[in-house]
């Protein structure tokens, strides 16, 4: 595709006319079986049986439980609440260390509790948890450890697990982003104590809104259960002490039915990376993000890493000239939970050197359904003519230079 891009004044921020007049989305739900999803939720009302454990939400959880490996499956509202229920469940206290670079839900569903939030850094390479700085945060306090596996990546899984064994603490993952992906061949959901995965509408497998938990521990499953419905064990014997957590027909209904294209989905999702990996191969001053092909994979994300010294122009100079132009990539994590409220009054000297530096310079790009391959292309191009004119537009976007057509050698 020949470049529309000849000058910075061609960018639509600066007056030029805009690549797509519809946004591009990252995350956009999406319903291509929107009449076969209608068609369920028409039964659920049919039978006048909408929550309470209804039998299609007990045919997801069979389903999903078959899918990830034969482990427990506990379908919940969201997933802050399956993190919240999991922490009660399994009665943590004290402090629980987590990844700086995740998203504030992590870190927030523990808080919540009550419970001291302890943000360790990542690997730069991987953006995932680093076990070495793991094992220097444990105290005497530390009662678990949160990895997060992210954009399909999972976790060094085998070295969280002897650093929590060495000091007898749980391990808990947060697959938000990993459902559909396997570790050692296995699906993501059976690893740690337990895992909790996010169903809400931006995701690779969604129920409109929802959650899960997934475990190995039938004794923990069972009581992930009663914890979800008040402690009901029966119709007037309540057991235990818990909340409304239930996930409804409705999203059940969703669920069934993206969960038969759950392929289709993985195919065109890896489509599109693929085309953006190649698309971008050999450009200076960036980084695609490297997604394992030894492993099941969703590829949802497409995850770049921006050079600002390199390319002469700043990270958030790039989103603002891709939002002009139709292209809502979004900055992920930024500027790290540790820098959010309430953590960053509560620890204003803490500094994570490689979640600060990926805060500044991830910039996530409209993938999977939201784009075709010709966005693809476009999107990709819109990104080389910005490498280009990096130092140009930089300035322009400062007040501080006129267009000009002599694009960055």
């Given at each position: 595709m020949t470049s529309s891009k000849n000058g910075i004044g061609d960018f639509a921020l600066l007056g030029g006319k805009a690549a797509f007049h519809r946004p591009r989305h990252v995350g956009q739900p999406a319903f291509p079986h929107k009449e076969k999803i209608l068609a369920r939720i028409g039964e659920a009302m049919d039978r006048r049986w909408v929550t309470n454990n209804g039998p299609m939400i007990q045919e997801l959880e069979a389903r999903l439980a078959t899918y990830l490996g034969g482990i427990e499956v506990v379908t919940v509202s969201n997933g802050t609440v399956a993190l919240e229920l999991l922490a009660r469940a399994l009665d943590l206290r004290g402090e629980v260390i987590v990844p700086g670079y995740t998203f504030v839900a992590t870190a927030h569903a523990l808080r919540?509790?009550?419970?001291?939030?302890?943000?360790?850094?990542?690997?730069?390479?991987?953006?995932?948890?680093?076990?070495?700085?793991?094992?220097?945060?444990?105290?005497?306090?530390?009662?678990?450890?949160?990895?997060?596996?992210?954009?399909?990546?999972?976790?060094?899984?085998?070295?969280?697990?002897?650093?929590?064994?060495?000091?007898?603490?749980?391990?808990?993952?947060?697959?938000?982003?990993?459902?559909?992906?396997?570790?050692?061949?296995?699906?993501?959901?059976?690893?740690?104590?337990?895992?909790?995965?996010?169903?809400?509408?931006?995701?690779?497998?969604?129920?409109?809104?929802?959650?899960?938990?997934?475990?190995?521990?039938?004794?923990?499953?069972?009581?992930?259960?009663?914890?979800?419905?008040?402690?009901?064990?029966?119709?007037?014997?309540?057991?235990?002490?818990?909340?409304?957590?239930?996930?409804?027909?409705?999203?059940?209904?969703?669920?069934?039915?993206?969960?038969?294209?759950?392929?289709?989905?993985?195919?065109?999702?890896?489509?599109?990376?693929?085309?953006?990996?190649?698309?971008l191969s050999g450009a200076d001053g960036l980084r695609v993000y490297p997604i394992s092909e030894a492993e099941r994979r969703n590829h949802q994300y497409c995850?770049?890493?921006?050079?600002?010294?390199?390319?002469?122009?700043?990270?958030?100079?790039?989103?603002?000239?891709?939002?002009?132009?139709?292209?809502?990539?979004?900055?992920?994590?930024?500027?790290?939970?540790?820098?959010?409220?309430?953590?960053?009054?509560?620890?204003?000297?803490?500094?994570?050197?490689?979640?600060?530096?990926?805060?500044?310079?991830?910039?996530v790009l409209p993938g999977s359904h939201a784009v075709s391959d010709e966005d693809v292309e476009r999107i990709s191009e819109l990104l080389r003519a910005v490498l280009r004119f990096g130092p140009e537009l930089q300035g322009a976007l400062a007040g501080s230079a006129s267009p000009t057509t002599s694009p960055r050698s």
């Open positions: 919540w509790l009550g419970l001291s939030v302890v943000f360790c850094d990542v690997d730069p390479a991987t953006h995932l948890l680093d076990p070495a700085r793991v094992e220097a945060l444990i105290t005497p306090r530390t009662s678990a450890v949160v990895g997060v596996h992210l954009w399909g990546e999972v976790c060094a899984t085998s070295a969280l697990a002897a650093v929590c064994a060495r000091h007898d603490l749980r391990l808990l993952f947060d697959a938000a982003h990993a459902f559909g992906c396997s570790h050692e061949g296995r699906m993501v959901g059976g690893l740690g104590d337990a895992e909790t995965f996010s169903f809400h509408g931006t995701k690779f497998f969604n129920t409109f809104e929802g959650g899960a938990v997934t475990t190995r521990n039938g004794a923990l499953a069972a009581r992930l259960r009663l914890m979800r419905n008040f402690g009901f064990e029966g119709f007037d014997r309540v057991s235990a002490l818990g909340i409304n957590a239930r996930l409804s027909e409705v999203a059940a209904a969703a669920g069934l039915v993206n969960l038969d294209h759950l392929e289709e989905t993985t195919v065109s999702n890896r489509r599109r990376y693929l085309l953006y990996r190649q698309a995850v770049l890493e921006w050079n600002a010294p390199a390319t002469g122009i700043s990270r958030d100079a790039v989103m603002q000239v891709l939002h002009a132009e139709g292209v809502l990539a979004r900055r992920y994590f930024y500027p790290g939970v540790h820098r959010m409220g309430p953590y960053r009054t509560e620890q204003p000297d803490l500094r994570l050197p490689n979640t600060e530096a990926l805060g500044d310079s991830v910039l």
